[in-house]
């Protein structure tokens, strides 16, 4: 059915696009964000008639005579095909050995509707599956029937002798993505987006952007409309970006944030406890379409766990050079080194939590960066301007030996190689967890439709044989998303 579904599209686009744009046209700016609350204002749409998008009658459906009140509908709905071959290098109950791969589904729709300058309702359900899983799905991350994603009311206002200044008031469920999304995100990798119920403060002038929130996660489960917010979970802070430098050929920003967590019972390093912590951050990004680009973000962890001090870290970025000639190679390296305990006895917690993270590899297997660190060489290839190849290789080791690996929900999955001494004299110098070498295609077909095309091979270090059967992992996926 969603074959099918995807070939009507796509020849509804084709036919579209050929009678509605000249062939040197040039294209109009992107109408889409990750986070779609953050999609472009449509009340261009009002005026502006030269856009002949397909799916324009439903951007701008106005309801005062002025067009300052309007609706605004917008989804996407993605399919995902995985497989796997030794998915957790080889340790997972015979249940769920996967020989023939499965199917992640989500489609996810919204309704914006903009009350004149001040007033904003946002709603957004989401509709997940996963089919022929072995096993079936796996709580919290494979599937959620039917929710209610957001649904916040906003109140906005401008300031200043030009309105150069705005303000924003935000109540309601609603999705975070802060920087690089090393600390809240919306996990868009995973098949259920993770969303809040929470207070938002915002505020935007030409320089600087400044959001306050206050907010507790949601506990997806799998039924309908059943998703409850975690009264045990809370997260608070300050983000702030002030762009330094912003021509057409470069961007630079520099970020700096605090961010508030509050768990009362989770398990770091084998001990269980209530987790308190303060995340003090900081961020640079400079960007260009052409030559250097570098991004750097440090942060740092003090509180309580378990009633015990915490002392944690993470440094991570990147830095890379596009080259100005055909296939515009760019070539770089990137980097990351979170903390893990050091000292079981020394009642001290070193143990990083990054809280609401994106993997920090791709989605062969999705690890937290909890006690890890990470060399990344990679190169990047623009084969034509819809069709992008990424190539990359991950080298992990633990940071500690006294701490072990976690996954992304930040559970541990497997103990630290200190605990195995016992059984191997050699074991507190096994620290290599492998090497993974991955291939990523990324065709924009359409302004609405985009094909993704993942291989992943993951050579198993001496650590995963030490804790696990440890067997090299291949991984791959196809996902073709159409959003609107």
């Keep these: 059915m969603y074959i099918v579904m995807y070939i009507v599209i796509l020849l509804l686009f084709t036919l579209n696009a050929a009678q509605a744009q000249p062939s040197k046209t040039i294209s109009p700016p992107p109408y889409y964000n990750i986070v779609r609350y953050n999609d472009r204002d449509f009340s261009f749409l009002r005026t502006d008639t030269s856009d002949h998008d397909f799916f324009n009658a439903l951007k701008f459906i106005p309801f005062s005579p002025q067009g300052s009140s309007y609706l605004t509908f917008g989804g996407e709905l993605r399919e995902e095909f995985r497989y796997y071959q030794n998915e957790n290098w080889g340790d997972i109950p015979t249940e769920r050995i996967d020989t023939d791969g499965f199917l992640w589904h989500r489609f996810m729709v919204h309704a914006d509707m903009r009350l004149g300058k001040h007033f904003r309702v946002f709603g957004q359900l989401k509709n997940c599956f996963v089919f022929s899983r072995a096993g079936g799905a796996r709580p919290v991350v494979d599937e959620d029937s039917l929710d209610v994603h957001q649904a916040f009311l906003e109140i906005s206002g401008e300031f200043g002798t030009r309105g150069e200044q705005a303000f924003a008031l935000r109540v ?5 993505n802060f920087g690089a999304a090393r600390l809240l995100t919306m996990r868009d990798g995973i098949n259920v987006r993770q969303s809040f119920d929470a207070l938002t403060i915002k505020y935007r002038s030409p320089s600087v952007v400044a959001d306050a929130f206050i907010g507790q996660g949601l506990d997806t489960k799998r039924g309908i409309f059943d998703d409850e917010r975690m009264r045990t979970e809370t997260t608070w802070g300050l983000y702030t970006t002030t762009t330094l430098q912003q021509q057409p050929e470069r961007t630079t920003s520099i970020d700096a944030y605090y961010i508030g967590f509050e768990r009362e019972a989770w398990r770091f390093a084998g001990v269980l406890g209530k987790d308190q912590r303060h995340s003090f951050g900081g961020r640079i990004n400079s960007r260009a379409k052409e030559g250097l680009n570098a991004e750097a973000e440090a942060i740092f962890q003090t509180g309580t766990f378990a009633k015990e001090p915490i002392l944690a870290y993470l440094f991570s970025g990147s830095v890379n050079y596009t080259f100005a000639i055909p296939l515009q190679p760019a070539l770089g390296l990137g980097w990351s080194i979170a903390s893990g305990d050091q000292n079981p006895t020394d009642r001290v917690s070193n143990t990083f939590n990054p809280m609401y993270p994106k993997p920090v590899v791709t989605f062969g297997q999705a690890l937290a960066s909890t006690n890890l660190s ?29 701490d072990g690996l976690y996954a992304v929900s930040t559970v541990q999955s497997r103990p630290a190689p200190a605990l195995k001494r016992q059984t191997d004299p050699n074991a507190e110098t096994k620290r290599l967890v492998g090497n993974q070498y991955s291939a990523l295609v990324t065709w924009n077909i359409q302004r609405h439709l985009r094909l993704f095309v993942e291989a992943t091979y993951f050579t198993a270090g001496e650590y995963l044989r030490l804790t696990g059967a440890g067997r090299d992992m291949l991984y791959g996926a196809v996902q073709l998303q159409l959003t609107f």
């Design 374 to 402: 990470i060399l990344q060489p990679f190169l990047n290839l623009s084969i034509a301007p819809p069709l992008q190849l990424q190539l990359t290789a991950y080298l992990l080791a633990l940071t500690s030996v006294q």
């Design 172 to 176: 309601g469920r609603q999705e975070y």
